[in-house]
């Protein structure tokens, strides 16, 4: 996929969920290489930075994101011991926040670290951005200060197309019957981000599901308790 493409595309969702006291700039590199990964999940993962970036903005900022290749030479300079050198293409997502504390940024991508208030954050967006770019064959690193912002740099390995005598030899297509993919049944959906949230209603909702949704456990549970027939699935 292009990266370039990918960014511009989810740009749109981006500024949707970071307000309007929150600028969203991007600065697209010129001539990206490829990569091979899901354009679903960076996609999500450019969506828990974001989100992130807007709750360490509390008072209005700057979010930036910054495309470029970083070469063999350029990424063996950059002295990160745990990343062979090699071509990558990075993404850099940089915010003009509260900054992160020493002391807490070997431990922002566990799961469930969090330090936001109670009721106000799972510790699990950080966790999954870095298991997307882990599962990407990536690396991420974060530098940031106090008072003065965060960036999150992202490195993933350029994919190089096998030559045309390599490549398997494309089957011939089979002619199938179109699938229904009409949602049926009631989902209760569970997410504390209103954005989020409303997204995903629209969406399952479009599918055809019926969907009940809640901002919180206790919502999701006295839904559970008002609800007349069956809930076929949860999504929380």
């Known amino acids: 996929l292009s990266l370039t493409d990918l960014v511009a595309e989810w740009s749109v969702t981006l500024r949707r969920l970071i307000g309007d006291r ?11 290489w490829p990569l091979m990964a899901d354009q679903n999940q960076l996609g999500n993962a450019l969506v828990n930075l974001a989100i992130n970036a807007r709750d360490a903005m509390p008072n209005g900022g700057l979010l930036t994101i910054r495309t470029a290749n970083v070469s ?24 003009t926040g509260i900054g992160i504390p020493k002391e ?16 106000h954050g799972t510790g699990l967006g950080l966790a999954s951005v870095y298991g997307i770019v882990k599962q990407t064959g990536g690396y991420i690193f974060p530098e940031s200060e106090l008072g003065k912002g965060t960036e999150f740099r992202i490195y993933l390995p350029r994919h190089v197309p096998p030559p045309a005598s390599e490549q398997p030899a494309a089957e011939p297509e089979k002619t199938q019957a179109p699938r229904d993919l009409t949602g049926v049944g009631t989902i209760l959906l569970v997410e504390d981000e209103d954005a989020v949230r409303d ?12 969907v009940l949704d809640a901002s919180g456990g206790e919502e999701a549970l006295d839904i559970v308790k008002d609800h007349d027939g069956p809930i076929d699935l949860l999504i929380s």
């Open 22 to 32: 929150v600028k969203l700039k991007v600065e697209h590199g010129r001539d990206l």
């Open 199 to 210: 997204f995903a209603v629209r969406a399952l909702t479009m599918r055809g599901y019926r």
């Open 104 to 119: 807490n940024l070997g431990k922002i991508f566990e799961p469930f670290f969090t330090t936001k208030e109670k009721g």
């Open 72 to 95: 063999v030479e350029e990424t063996m300079s950059l002295g990160h011991v745990l990343m062979p050198s090699g071509a990558y293409v990075t993404i850099e997502v940089e915010d």
